[in-house]
C-alpha cells in the first residue's frame, strides 16, 4: 500500500537553480495538493489540482508550478530556487470530497 | 484573515496531566469540515479526525476526545492522562464547500511536549 510517495525527501539547491519535486499516489484520488512547512507557520497551500487537467494556485504559490496531466501524479517545479524556499514541502492527496488529506513523507528542501 | 487559529504555539505538561488544545476557526458556509492532524518528532502527518458542521457532538477516542461547539466556532482536542508519546505538533484544519474543493486550511499548529 504505496499511498503517496515523494520524491526526493532531501535535497539541496544553489540559488537559481530548478528542480522537481515528484508526488504520485496510487489511490485514484481527484484531489491532490502541495503544501510547505515553515517553522511556526504551519501547512501553507501552495497549489492544488481537483483533477487531471486542472491546477489553481493556493496560498503562497509565487516561484512555483505545477502540472496534472494524470490523476496519479502531480509535480511541483521550482523554477529559480530562492532561500526563501527552504522548507519542507508535503505532498497529500483526497478522495472523499471533504478535505480528508493523505500525506507523503514529506521532502525536505534547502536551498543555499 | 486567518481562518483556522491556534493560539497555542506550545504546551508544556507532565506525563498524566489532561491537556487541551484549543482551535477557533472562521467560515461563512453552513457545509465545512475540520480536521486534526498529529505530527510527531519523525515528521510525518497522521490524521486523528474529520468532523462535519452537521454533527456537533462530541467524539472520544481512548484518551483523545474532540469538543465541536459551532456557537463558539471551536473545535477543542483533549489527551487525558497525557503520555510522553503524545508530544508532537498538532493541526487543526478546517475545508470548505465554497468553489468545491475543499482543500483544507491549517492552523499554525500546536507544539505539546509531555515530560516524564
Known amino acids: 500500500n504505496a499511498g503517496v510517495t515523494q520524491t526526493p525527501k532531501f535535497q539541496v539547491l544553489k540559488t537559481g537553480q530548478s528542480m522537481t519535486l515528484q508526488c504520485a499516489q496510487d489511490?485514484?484520488?481527484?484531489?491532490m495538493s502541495w503544501y510547505r512547512q515553515d517553522p511556526g507557520m504551519g501547512l501553507r497551500l501552495i497549489h492544488y489540482s481537483v483533477g487531471a487537467g486542472i491546477t489553481d494556485q493556493g496560498e503562497v504559490p509565487n516561484g512555483y508550478n505545477v502540472s496534472r496531466s494524470t490523476t496519479e501524479d502531480f509535480p511541483l517545479r521550482l523554477l529559480s530556487a530562492a532561500p526563501s524556499q527552504t522548507s519542507v514541502y508535503f505532498c497529500?492527496?483526497?478522495?472523499?470530497?471533504?478535505?480528508?488529506?493523505?500525506f507523503g513523507e514529506g521532502s525536505r528542501l534547502t536551498v543555499l | 484573515a486567518q481562518k483556522v487559529t491556534q493560539a497555542q504555539t506550545e504546551i508544556s505538561v507532565v506525563e498524566k496531566e489532561d491537556v487541551t488544545l484549543d482551535c477557533v476557526y472562521e467560515t461563512r458556509d453552513t457545509t465545512y469540515y475540520l480536521f486534526w492532524y498529529k505530527q510527531p518528532p519523525s515528521g510525518e502527518l497522521v490524521f486523528l479526525i474529520r468532523?462535519?458542521?452537521?454533527?456537533?457532538q462530541n467524539e472520544i477516542s481512548g484518551r483523545y476526545s474532540w469538543n465541536f461547539q459551532k456557537s463558539t466556532s471551536s473545535f477543542n482536542f483533549t489527551i487525558t492522562a497525557s503520555q510522553v508519546v503524545d508530544s508532537a505538533v498538532y493541526f487543526c484544519?478546517?475545508?470548505?464547500?465554497?468553489?468545491?474543493?475543499?482543500?483544507?486550511?491549517f492552523g499554525r499548529g500546536t507544539s505539546l511536549i509531555v515530560h516524564p
Open positions: 489511490m485514484n484520488h481527484e484531489y
Open positions: 484544519a478546517l475545508s470548505e464547500s465554497s468553489g468545491g474543493s475543499y482543500i483544507p486550511t
Open positions: 497529500a492527496s483526497s478522495g472523499s470530497g471533504t478535505g480528508e488529506l493523505f
Open positions: 468532523r462535519n458542521s452537521f454533527d456537533e
